[in-house]
């Protein structure tokens, strides 16, 4: 569903990330782990089209992110760690701009804006302007948004970044429920809690390499160690020199 094929990233002379391969699977969740400036961010930039690679290849649903960006971007949604609405949208109204961009019939499309509406508890301020929001609030329309035309892949930067525990609980069981269901997520995190509890498998990247991958037990492994994710975690950037 994702495939990374030795993708490196330059900005002028640093190398953000270097010769990266890596696949993700339908129905997998992937969580990417690393440390602040460690390449996360760009790589999830690279595979939603919104940086170039500098060298190697990206396939979103079979289709190369650089030569079919369209339809590769047709199969996915991008939910950064800012999430961006226009504020003189209210949130009704950004959900049917979405809806309008993916071309979903005018039946089906409200359909999914009042069901993501339902499931994120957005009716107290769907009508309100965006402008108006807190964090955890625009992030609920986000992600919402990001689900209406059912993608079967799904990239998130941070995803629980500024929402409540009721929230956070709920979009844990729909990134769970749409990997289920064949979709791939594909989520770079600092809550290494929320790796540990939900990711089938794990990615570490210090300074632009992947220095780990494979599931927590394999990790665990790897570190000889048996305590929790962020034990392994610290254990492996250390090794690696961070």
Do not use: W
Not at 51 to 67: F, H, K, N
Not at 78 to 103: C, S
Not at 111 to 121: A, E, L, P, R, V
Request: aromatic share 8%; with cysteine; net charge negative.
């Amino acid at each position: 569903m994702i495939s990374i094929n030795k993708v490196s990233k330059y900005f002028g002379p640093k190398c953000a990330v270097r010769e990266l391969s890596l696949e993700i699977k339908p129905g997998e969740i992937f969580a990417f782990l690393g440390p602040n400036g460690a390449g996360k961010t760009t790589t999830l930039k690279m595979v939603v089209g919104l940086l170039r690679p500098s060298s190697g290849s990206i396939l979103v649903s079979g289709y190369d992110m650089t030569d079919k960006a369209i339809l590769a971007k047709e199969s996915l949604s991008y939910v950064p760690d800012q999430p961006y609405l226009y504020e003189k949208l209210t949130g009704r109204e950004f959900l049917h701009f979405i809806a309008d961009i993916y071309r979903l019939e005018r039946d089906i499309g409200e359909f999914k804006i009042q069901q993501g509406i339902d499931t994120f508890d957005l009716g107290e301020f769907a009508d309100q302007l965006s402008e108006s929001y807190s964090h955890g609030m625009k992030q609920r329309v986000v992600m919402a948004a990001a689900l209406l035309h059912e993608p079967r892949v799904i990239v998130i930067d941070e995803p629980l970044v500024g929402l409540d525990p009721k929230s956070a609980r709920l979009l844990k069981n729909i990134l769970r429920d749409r990997a289920r269901e064949g979709a791939c997520v594909f989520m770079s995190t600092h809550t290494l809690s929320v790796a540990e509890e939900i990711a089938d498998r794990v990615g570490i990247i210090d300074r632009g390499d992947l220095v780990a991958l494979g599931t927590v037990d394999e990790l665990q492994q790897r570190a000889q160690v048996s305590g929790r994710l962020e034990d392994v975690f610290l254990s492996i950037t250390e090794e690696a020199g961070v």
